[in-house]
């Protein structure tokens, strides 16, 4: 009998779920998704034997029960699903970037979508260098404002390594939008910048008009010196 890893996950967590913890998990995401009760510390020891190299699926298997999980309505999975997922970063190939396209257009909220612009979007653009120009265009165009969040936020953790013109310019189309994801993600995304270029950071809030929300975030650090 072939081994159904996607149903045996839900199996353990099914059988680890408190229904009292579940409901205001569900309220701190708004009422968005359903909660098992499963805190982070407490999945994390459920789930470690599925995430031990002998135990997790081979590389053809990966987006298949990806998807699985992430059609399940607890949010649980989801989280799962990332964490299996970061464990083949390094072997993933050009196209799985439609993988995490998947993942952030998707059961979208922002805590899952930064996660996967920071960790795994940003670690492929960086393997796969001439995904980043299409990609980053398509969805800064694309008026998903997931998407657009993940093209301003993927370089978050790069430091001196940032496209510092790309960054700009994944801003710059944004500047005027009212979603506050957005606004915060271009403060988030600048601020951190500023830790690496505070005077570039600073050159670029000045000369450009900003919401008040970007400008407070992206000046955070800079105001404190």
Do not use: C
Not at 89 to 95: H, W
Not at 111 to 117: F, G, K, N, Q, Y
Not at 191 to 213: D, M, Q
């Amino acid at each position: 009998m072939k081994y159904d890893y996607a149903a045996s996950i839900k199996e353990k967590f099914q059988a680890e779920a408190d229904p009292v913890k579940a409901d205001p998990m569900k309220k701190y995401m708004k009422n968005r998704f359903d909660f098992l009760g499963l805190s982070r510390p407490h999945r994390t020891l459920v789930q470690k034997e599925f995430l031990k190299k002998d135990r997790l699926p081979g590389l053809d298997q990966v987006e298949g029960i990806i998807k699985q999980l992430w059609n399940l309505p607890e949010r649980e999975y989801h989280y799962f699903a990332m964490d299996m997922a970061e464990h083949f970063i390094k072997k993933f190939s050009e196209k799985d970037i439609e993988l995490f396209e998947y993942m952030i257009t998707h059961k979208s909220w922002w805590d899952t979508v930064d996660l996967i612009a920071t960790h795994m979007v940003g670690a492929h653009f960086k393997r796969f260098p001439r995904l980043v120009g299409p990609y980053t265009g398509k969805w800064i165009e694309s008026g998903d404002m997931w998407l657009q969040r993940t093209a301003i936020l993927f370089q978050l953790k790069y430091k001196i390594g940032t496209d510092v013109e790309l960054l700009f310019r994944m801003i710059t189309p944004m500047l005027n939008s009212t979603e506050f994801f957005t606004r915060k993600a271009i403060g988030w995304a600048l601020r951190e910048y500023s830790k690496t270029a505070p005077e570039v950071v600073l050159n670029f809030v000045e000369s450009h008009a900003l919401s008040p929300l970007s400008r407070k975030e992206a000046l955070k650090i800079i105001d404190r010196k």
